[in-house]
Nanobody
C-alpha cells in the first residue's frame, strides 16, 4: 500500500511559479511510475506529466511542456512539480498518483492517489 500526500498549492499571479510536492509513504518499488494530474469542476481528470521512479524519465502533456518540470528525490520518497510561467488555465486541483509500472497518461491505470492540492492562477 502506498499513501500519497500533496502540498505546495496556493494562489499565484499569471506568469508566476509554484512548486508542488508529493510525499509517498509505504513501499515504492523501482518499477513504479509517478504521475501528476489535474482536474477542474465538471471536467475529467487531465494528465500533466509523469516520471519513472528508477531512471527519472519524464513525459509531459503538450499543454505544460516547457513550463512544468517533474523531478523526484528517491531518498525522501518525494516527487515534485515545478510550475513556471503559470496561466489562468492552469487553475485546478492537482493530484499526484502512482502505478506499478505503466508508462501511461491514462488515469485509470494509476493505483494510488493523493487527496489533491488547489492551484489558482489569477489573471
Amino acid at each position: 500500500q502506498v499513501q500519497l500526500v500533496e502540498s505546495g498549492g496556493g494562489l499565484v499571479q499569471a506568469g508566476g511559479s509554484l512548486r508542488l510536492s508529493c510525499a509517498a509513504s509505504g513501499r515504492i518499488f523501482s518499477s513504479y511510475v509517478m504521475g501528476w494530474f489535474r482536474q477542474t469542476p465538471g471536467k475529467e481528470r487531465e494528465f500533466v506529466g509523469l516520471i519513472t521512479w528508477s531512471a527519472g524519465s519524464t513525459y509531459y502533456a503538450d499543454s505544460v511542456k516547457g513550463r512544468f518540470t517533474i523531478s523526484r528525490d528517491n531518498a525522501k520518497n518525494t516527487m515534485y512539480l515545478q510550475m513556471n510561467s503559470l496561466k489562468p488555465e492552469d487553475t485546478a486541483i492537482y493530484y499526484c498518483a502512482c502505478n506499478r509500472g505503466s508508462y501511461s497518461a491514462r488515469a485509470s491505470l494509476y493505483d494510488y492517489w493523493g487527496q489533491g492540492t488547489q492551484v489558482t492562477v489569477s489573471s
